[in-house]
């Protein structure tokens, strides 16, 4: 089983870039998939980005060319750089990922992070 614990929330001035940080901890045999979703205020969860353990990422449009995501296997730690932050980008962000524990595939999430983008 693996517990996610997100970091890295709180007021952004707009145009801001802040870091989120997702540590996880347990025990983790191999890493499928990471990612970040958000969920704006009175909108549905939405994709922000996700990362393979290999390496190969992929990023919802809202996002596409200002984010970055990046996946430390040593440490278990995913990170998401957002750059240029808007008002629109105000949403509880939470970390999700796909593991394989020694028999079989399970699904963790976070509690979730607030980011506030306002002047």
């Known amino acids: 089983q693996v517990q996610l614990v997100e970091s890295g929330g709180g007021l952004v001035q707009p145009g801001g870039s802040p870091r989120l940080s997702c540590a996880a901890s347990g025990t983790i045999f191999s890493i499928n998939t990471m990612g970040w979703y958000r969920q704006p205020p009175g909108k549905p969860r939405e994709l922000v980005a996700f990362?393979?353990?290999?390496?190969?990422?992929d990023y919802g449009d809202s996002v596409k060319g200002r984010s970055t995501i990046s996946l430390d296997n040593a440490q278990n730690t995913l990170s998401l750089h957002m750059n240029n932050l808007k008002p629109e980008d105000t949403a509880t962000y939470y970390c999700?990922?796909?593991?394989?524990?020694?028999?079989?595939?399970?699904?963790?999430w976070g509690q979730g992070t607030q980011v506030t983008v306002s002047s």
């Open positions: 990362i393979t353990e290999s390496g190969l990422t």
């Open positions: 999700n990922g796909h593991f394989y524990d020694d028999t079989m595939k399970y699904e963790a």
